[in-house]
């Protein structure tokens, strides 16, 4: 018996019904269609294009099509009193107007509320100040300073070689071998021009000298105190943060200490290096950044660079070691909360850290065979956030440094000149006249560079100082694209860096290299060894928004430069004719800066 499943395939297709088979469509149907389409599409587009009747207009709503965010009970009574005629567009505007209607209403009963208004100026506010930290603001500003016409003054206190400065407006604080730490305070530029009735500061007995504060000295000896603090030995580096809160110093004897910046008030000290503490910074803080606390990075000889958190007097906290160098630290810089640049003194390297990251990038200083004078080791390291640095050497070259390039972007070979060579007579021990004329024709002594002692970069614009034994504060512009630096001359001389001969000192401006030559008779300001370097800006205090004070425009730059007999690290050098203390050098805008 068969059936559907023993049946074959061709018998088991099912066939419709001829009452279910669909009827052919025919043409003039399709025609119709397309001629009733078109006369309702025209329909359409002329009722679109009619003004909607005033009345309309005036109604109250509470909701559109488009996309606001208007409750639903709203929509329902606004589709209830829509017409039946009224196109999409014509509901839009109507809902629009009423919506804008009954927020006016809302205002008018309530009045104004700057709540709102208040919070986007807070927050552009802190924008501007994480853009400032993070370095992405680049202010160009070093060709409207007249570094040539800048006033200087000499303060000291009776104490040794000065081995570092710090800034903190209107604050400046010093240290010195002797296991000195002073806290000064800078006169205003008006108020010392007002004192001098127009005359030139410096020459009408008015004093202007920063005024000392507080000073300590060694250990400060309290009987009541567990613990009695101060440093034992030479204190070789120091750092302010830029809150006015604290003061950090580190010394010879391993100490790294912090301050209370009102009063130089010990707060604790760390024994967290085994060797001396030789480089401190803080890093960047802003008012978005306040609550977390203050970063502090110190270097030290004993080839290590180390993390403290500063949240409070309370809560003074060493945080983590970093290792990578091969020799002393000298110097350190810190680029963001998270960030830091370091050299190494006779590896000849810079390594920029990231802290959070633990990872570090190597950048090899060594001078290739051309260079007419070989790097030693590098002593001096600047930030140039949020992406560049400089660093000095031994040789006397300033190097400009990018973290996406393993070579230096531009290198100015004998940046602050050369030593003259001193007279055959004075170093041999020859007394016949006819052998010393025999030694001067086979003399093949060299001419010893000056080494870059100090340098520092005025953070977010293109100014960058340096400093030697030379007697003089070179400035230095960063290009626009990062990629040289450019001359600007000396603070407090002539642009025209030239000798007696009147030959140029800049010279040799090929292949991204530069070389500076100077002259015996060319006497700076500044007698003794820079030891150290610190700039801040001389800004115009304006009104913001909320009637407190704010910082405007830049009206100058205030630069801290710190002296002595000897250099920071070493005693090798000697300058009779030195001056242990500090210099203030005060820079103007330009002329034409003034009148715009």
């Known amino acids: 018996m068969s059936s559907f499943f023993t049946a074959p395939a061709s018998q088991r297709k099912r066939k419709r019904p001829e009452n279910d088979r669909a009827q052919p469509r025919k043409r003039r149907d399709v025609e119709k269609n397309r001629s009733t389409d078109r006369r309702i599409k025209s329909a359409t587009t002329e009722r679109s294009h009619q003004p909607p009747p005033e009345e309309e207009r005036d109604d109250e709503i509470s909701g559109s ?20 005629d009224e196109t999409g567009a014509e509901r839009r505007v109507r809902l629009a107007q009423r919506y804008l209607d009954r927020i006016k209403g809302e205002v008018d009963e309530a009045g104004f509320d700057a709540e709102d208004l208040d919070k986007d100026i807070i927050a552009r506010r802190l924008k501007e100040d994480v853009d400032e930290v993070k370095g992405r603001q680049f202010r160009l500003i070093a060709n409207s300073l007249d ?43 008006q108020i010392a021009r007002t004192r001098s009735a127009g005359k030139r500061q410096g020459q009408d007995g008015v004093k202007r000298r920063p005024k000392q504060l507080a000073f300590v000295k060694g250990v400060k000896v309290r009987a009541s105190a567990q613990q009695q603090y101060g440093h034992t030995a030479a204190i070789l580096s120091l750092a302010a943060s830029q809150d006015g809160k604290y003061v950090a110093t580190g010394g010879a004897d391993n100490k790294l200490i912090i301050w209370a910046a009102d009063d130089l008030r010990p707060l604790k000290t760390f024994h967290t290096h085994r060797d001396s503490v030789v480089g401190l910074d803080f890093a960047p803080s802003s008012s978005s950044t306040s609550g977390f606390g203050t970063q502090l990075f110190s270097s030290s000889m004993d080839r290590s660079i180390k993390t403290y958190s500063l949240a ?5 906290a060493y945080v983590e070691t970093l290792f990578g160098h091969q020799d002393h630290v000298a110097a350190i810089s810190a680029v963001s909360q998270d960030l830091c640049v370091s050299v190494g003194t006779r590896d000849r390297s810079a390594r920029w850290w990231r802290v959070v990251d633990e990872t570090q990038l190597k950048f090899l200083g060594d001078s290739s065979r051309n260079d007419e004078y070989q790097t030693g080791s590098l002593d001096c390291v600047a930030a140039v956030p949020p992406n560049h640095f400089v660093t000095g050497s031994d040789s006397g070259a300033i190097q400009l440094w990018s973290q996406h390039k393993k070579k230096c972007v531009y290198t100015i070979q004998t940046a602050h000149g050369i030593d003259p060579l001193p007279a055959l007579e004075g170093v041999t021990s020859e007394s016949d006249p006819k052998v010393i004329e025999e030694l001067k024709k086979s003399d093949r002594r060299r001419s010893t560079p000056r080494a870059i002692t100090s340098l520092v970069a005025l953070p977010g614009t293109d100014v960058v100082l340096s400093g030697s034994w030379d007697g003089w504060i070179r400035v230095w512009k960063v290009s626009d694209d990062k ?9 407090g001389g ?45 800004r115009k205090e304006t009104v913001n928004e ?7 425009e830049c009206q100058g730059l205030c630069i801290v430069a710190g002296t002595g007999k000897e250099m920071r690290l070493g005693r090798w050098l000697n300058m009779k004719n030195g001056r242990n203390g500090a210099v203030v050098f005060e820079v103007p805008l330009k002329a034409d800066e003034l009148t715009e």
């Open 65 to 84: 099509d488009s996309g606001s965010d208007i409750g639903s009970e709203s929509l329902e009574a606004s589709d209830a009193t829509s017409e039946e």
């Open 312 to 316: 409070g007097e309370e809560s003074l």
């Open 483 to 491: 990629r040289t630096l450019e001359p600007l001359g000396k603070v």
């Open 546 to 552: 909320f009637g407190g004070k704010k910082e405007g």
């Open 494 to 538: 002539s642009t025209d860096v030239s000798d007696a001969d009147g030959k140029a000192h800049m010279n040799g401006w090929s292949n991204g290299e530069a070389k500076a030559l100077s002259s015996p008779n060319d006497q700076g300001p500044i007698r003794g060894v820079i030891n150290g370097l610190a700039v801040f800006e001389r």
């Open 147 to 189: 570094f040539q016409n800048a006033d200087h003054i000499n303060f000291r206190a009776d104490t040794l070689s000065t081995t570092g400065v710090a800034v903190c407006k209107p604050y400046v604080y010093t240290v010195s071998i002797d296991k000195t730490l002073i806290k000064w305070q800078i006169q205003s530029p």
